[in-house]
């Protein structure tokens, strides 16, 4: 079955910068539109951002507009969250799945939750 792993998580500083990777081994994402989540202790899980399968076109909570920066690499199978300019409310546990649609809008099953990488930025 689809599971996506994700990694690249780690401790950073206000202002610091990390890179994380979705990947999913045996499987090939770019018939997916993939997004990137979030949960935080005592918080509810928010969506982050998407990348379409077809277009490549990307949506980004408000929240991290301007900071945060969403690709992929289809030969390398792997979609990526850059995440600059880092705060503290960015901590959080991340997690990437597909879509069951190309295109980041509309309803569709996710799917290929991993356990997630763990982002924490503190001083």
């Known amino acids: 079955q689809l599971q996506l792993v994700e990694s690249g998580g780690g401790l950073v500083q206000p202002g610091g910068s990390l890179r994380l990777s979705c990947a999913a081994p045996?499987?090939?994402?770019?018939?997916?539109?993939i997004g990137w989540f979030r949960q935080a202790p005592g918080k509810e899980r928010e969506g982050v951002s998407c990348?379409?399968?077809?277009?490549?076109?990307?949506n980004y909570a408000e929240s991290v507009k301007g900071r945060f920066t969403i690709s992929r690499d289809n030969a390398k199978n792997t979609v990526y969250l850059q995440m600059n300019s880092l705060k503290p409310e960015d901590s959080a546990i991340y997690y990437c799945?597909?879509?069951?649609?190309?295109?980041?809008?509309?309803?569709?099953?996710?799917?290929?939750w991993g356990q997630g990488t763990q982002v924490t930025v503190s001083s």
């Open positions: 799945a597909a879509r069951l649609a190309r295109y980041c809008l509309g309803d569709a099953p996710t799917v290929g």
């Open positions: 045996g499987f090939t994402l770019d018939s997916f539109a």
């Open positions: 990348i379409s399968a077809s277009t490549g076109s990307t």
